[in-house]
């Protein structure tokens, strides 16, 4: 399989703004975006029997997270892949 897959939001004043939206838990992402970063695709794919290769990522590396502020969803992520704006997985069935 290949994937190419836009990790940012629709905005183009802040790629990431969704790290620090907070919306009721009964709304729907007013933005439509699932939330997942890169290692969520790839340990979905793992688990489903695939082995997943990053054949490239466009990260923001001036784009400053401020985690004093991110929501509780995102801090478990690395400063380099909550900045990843787009991916690009080969993923084989093992």
Do not use: W
């Amino acid at each position: 399989m290949y994937h190419e897959i836009g990790l940012g939001g629709h905005s183009a004043k802040d790629p990431f703004h969704h790290y620090y939206l907070k919306s009721r838990e009964s709304d729907k992402d007013p933005y439509g975006l699932n939330g997942l970063r890169v290692n969520d695709y790839i340990e979905a794919f793992t688990d489903g029997g695939f082995q997943c290769t990053v054949v490239d990522k466009t990260v923001l590396h001036d784009y400053t997270i401020d985690r004093t502020r991110i929501l509780e969803r995102y801090r478990q992520y690395s400063d380099e892949n909550l900045r990843c704006e787009n991916v690009v997985l080969v993923c084989r069935k093992s």
